[in-house]
């Protein structure tokens, strides 16, 4: 299996916006199976004090690991998926 894409969520505990996101990523997943090409992994920004100063009022975002580039909130579910499954 190729490597997959790593995909960090800034993310808090009680973010409204955030549990929103993690649905939305569930539900892309359920469509084409994200799991396959891409690792998602949670990031409370709590635990990092200087992700904390560049997050604090910008989550949920996305940031791909690899490519540096990132998705901030808000956005729709079609937008999610066109930035996981860009050309």
């Known amino acids: 299996m190729p490597n997959r894409e790593e995909i960090i969520l800034y993310t808090t505990f009680g973010c409204h916006l955030c ?25 409370d920004i709590i635990d990092d ?10 989550i949920p975002v996305l940031k791909n690991r690899t490519t540096n580039e990132k998705l901030f909130w808000p956005f729709t579910f079609e937008e999610l998926e066109k930035w996981f499954y860009r050309s």
């Open 49 to 58: 004090e200087k992700i904390l100063e560049e997050y604090r009022t910008t």
């Open 19 to 43: 549990e929103q996101v993690e649905a939305m990523i569930f539900a892309l997943n359920e469509k084409k199976n994200l799991t396959k090409t891409h690792e998602v992994i949670a990031f």
